[in-house]
C-alpha cells in the first residue's frame, strides 16, 4: 500500500528564510504533485511533476522530483507571510484500474515578520 | 464560473439523521471524487466515478452511497450519521487523458452533533 509521509509537519519560520519540505513515497511512481490549502479554503494546485528529475518554480515556490530515491521537494525562498497555508504533496496511485492521488499529512507553515 | 461547486457548504445535523452532499463540475471531465479531510487535516479517498460508473471505493461504512447521475455530477447520501462522520468532505474532478491532477471544491463541512 502506497504511503507518503512529509516532513515537517509544521514549520515556523521568519520572512526572508529559505526552507524546504520534504515528501517521501514508498512505492514506485512518477506523478507528484503539490497542493496548498488555506485555513477554511480547497486546495489548489501548485505544481504537477511528471517525471524523473523534473523542477518547477513558481515566484518564491520550487518542487522537484527524485522518483528514483521516491522524494519530493518544496523549496521556499526568502519566504514572505503570503505564503503562510498547510502544503500536501500527493501521489499518484492506480487503484483497480483507476487512477487516485494518496497525499500526505500535509506541512502546516508559518511565517512570521 | 466555479469549476468545482459543492453544496451545501455547511451542515449541522444530529446523530442518526440523514443527509446528502451534492457536486457539480463544469470543466468536462471524466473522473470525480469524493475525498474526507478530517480534524488532523488528513486526506484520504472514498470514491471515484469515471463517466458514471464507481470505479473506486475505499473501505467506507455502507452508510455512504454515492450516486452519479450523469458524468457532470457526483453526489454523496450518507445514512445514519456518527459523530466520527463530522469532517470536511471535498468533491474533485480530473480528466483521464491529462496529467491527472486534481480539481478540488471548495469543501461541505459536516458537523454531527
Known amino acids: 500500500e502506497l504511503k507518503v509521509e512529509q516532513n515537517p509537519l509544521f514549520l515556523s519560520m521568519q520572512e526572508g528564510k529559505n526552507y524546504t519540505i520534504y515528501c517521501n513515497y514508498s512505492?514506485?511512481?512518477?506523478?507528484l504533485y503539490w497542493y496548498r490549502q488555506d485555513p477554511g479554503k480547497s486546495l489548489e494546485s501548485l505544481f504537477v511533476l511528471l517525471s524523473n528529475g523534473a523542477v518547477k518554480q513558481e515566484g518564491r515556490l520550487m518542487a522537484s522530483l527524485d522518483t528514483k530515491a521516491r522524494l519530493s521537494t518544496l523549496h521556499i525562498t526568502a519566504a514572505v507571510h503570503d505564503l503562510s497555508a498547510t502544503y500536501f504533496c500527493?501521489?499518484?496511485?492506480?487503484?483497480?484500474?483507476?487512477?487516485?492521488?494518496?497525499f500526505g499529512q500535509g506541512t502546516r507553515l508559518t511565517i512570521n515578520p | 464560473d466555479t469549476a468545482v461547486s459543492q453544496t451545501p457548504k455547511y451542515l449541522v445535523t444530529q446523530m442518526g439523521n440523514d443527509k446528502s452532499i451534492k457536486c457539480e463540475q463544469n470543466?468536462?471531465?471524466?473522473?470525480m471524487y469524493w475525498y474526507k479531510q478530517d480534524s488532523k487535516k488528513f486526506l484520504k479517498i472514498m470514491f471515484s466515478y469515471n463517466n458514471k460508473e464507481l470505479i473506486i471505493n475505499e473501505t467506507v461504512p455502507n452508510r455512504f452511497s454515492p450516486k452519479s447521475p450523469d458524468k457532470a455530477h457526483l453526489n454523496l447520501h450518507i445514512n445514519s450519521l456518527e459523530l466520527g462522520d463530522s469532517a470536511v468532505y471535498f468533491c474533485a474532478s480530473s480528466q483521464d487523458w491529462g496529467t491527472g491532477e486534481l480539481f478540488f471544491g471548495e469543501g461541505s463541512r459536516l458537523t454531527v452533533l
Open positions: 512505492t514506485t511512481s512518477d506523478r
Open positions: 500527493a501521489v499518484g496511485a492506480d487503484l483497480q484500474g483507476a487512477q487516485k492521488l494518496v
Open positions: 470543466l468536462g471531465h471524466d473522473t
